[in-house]
């Protein structure tokens, strides 16, 4: 090869080694840049939270242990084992009553299930049992039987003195997402809503706090933590939350609870009547609750209340009529057990009948309705 070709080679390599070089040291540039740039920002400080913040996150932190998270189960034969298979049928909120393991809920959360599990917050399992249950006024208990370290009772406040517009919190498990706290304000007080069984529940708490399903049965707590109602309804009408949800008032929970767990039931104060159905009363045109019948050796059979009867001929004789319990009126059955659900058995109550066209005062003393 002549040296003319072998200097021509030696410049297109030496070329070719300094193209190569620099892109070589472009792409590193490049590269480095790109580093630089997907490193973290700096963060910037942020600064107190408000004092807003501050009392909704120590109140979630206060309330959430007591907060538990129930699975009703049901129990079904496997076809081809024939074991026993425990069917999860439904999910829903409880709060932890006392250091005993008593935990409260709706009673539409475990209605018609066979067993139920119970998750505390800090996610242990444990079986529960039923204590009792109050149909009428959507309540129920379960125990667990978890050691007195791992519960955390909820502090109970009175739903007494509330004040619309008053600022609310939710603690639940909506969808079966566990301990979401939701926040929002009292809508109204006073108002009514239809139990199980078809009786009123009365003084309910309305509220805009967001509950869903799966809040039912957890607690609504005020500004200090303490609970003021049990979640147990809303108002929707696709299923899910429409800025209106009810809760139990507090100072109900707080009578039924305690017979609940002592008796299995509520204790419930009776005049020692029948009372002929609603639906009587209206075919009569009658503004009361008709006495059908009178319990021998009840307090309404010492001061002779009369029953309805029929005379020789077949012809109905109606009984008295109550029109009025301890002053307050009343209109139905359900609003008779309403007026009578707060008293104690062997109290003297004042009732008010419409006997042959003509009210009478009798002073009656309650007797055991179980």
């Not at 120590?58 to 538990?68: G, R, W």
Request: glycine share 12%.
């Amino acid at each position: 090869m002549s040296r003319s070709r072998l200097l021509l080679l030696g410049s297109l390599l030496i070329a070719l080694g300094f193209v190569a070089g620099a892109s070589w040291s472009f792409l590193l540039a490049a590269e480095r840049g790109r580093r630089a740039a997907a490193q973290p920002r700096d963060v910037t400080a942020r600064g107190a939270l408000t004092a807003e913040e501050r009392s909704l996150t120590e109140l979630f932190e206060q309330a959430a242990p007591s907060v538990v998270y129930i699975t009703s189960l049901s129990r079904q034969r496997d076809l081809f084992s024939f074991n026993v298979l425990e069917i999860p049928r439904g999910t829903g909120s409880g709060f932890v009553w006392d250091s005993e393991g008593h935990v409260v809920t709706n009673f539409h959360v475990i209605e018609g299930a066979d067993a139920f599990q119970v998750t505390l917050a800090d996610q242990s399992e444990w079986s529960g049992t039923p204590v009792g249950v109050a149909p009428e006024k959507d309540l129920a208990v379960l125990r667990i039987d978890a050691p007195r370290d791992r519960l955390r009772p909820i502090a109970v406040g009175t739903s007494e003195d509330l004040k619309v517009g008053q600022q609310v919190m939710a603690i639940g498990n909506p969808f079966g997402f566990d301990q979401t706290l939701t926040t929002g304000i009292i809508s109204a007080l006073g108002r009514e809503i239809t139990s199980e069984t078809g009786i009123p529940i009365r003084g309910v708490i309305q509220t805009d706090a967001a509950i869903n399903p799966g809040n039912s049965g957890g607690p609504l707590l005020d500004s200090a933590g303490r609970l003021i109602g049990v979640n147990a309804a809303i108002y929707s009408t696709s299923g899910s939350y429409a800025g209106i949800g009810f809760a139990i008032p507090a100072d109900t929970v707080n009578w039924v609870v305690p017979d609940l767990i002592a008796y299995g039931k509520v204790l419930r104060p009776a005049l020692g009547v029948e009372l002929a159905p609603d639906r009587w009363t209206r075919r009569y045109g009658i503004d009361g609750v008709l006495v059908l019948d009178v319990v021998p050796g009840s307090g309404a059979a010492e001061v002779g209340l009369r029953p309805t009867t029929r005379d020789r001929r077949g012809r109905v004789i109606l009984g008295d009529i109550i029109v009025a319990v301890g002053g307050e009126k009343v209109g139905s059955s359900g609003e008779l057990r309403l007026a009578l659900e707060q008293r104690q058995v062997g109290d003297v109550v004042e009732v008010t009948v419409l006997r042959d066209e003509r009210e009478q005062r009798l002073k009656v003393r309650l007797s055991d309705g179980n």
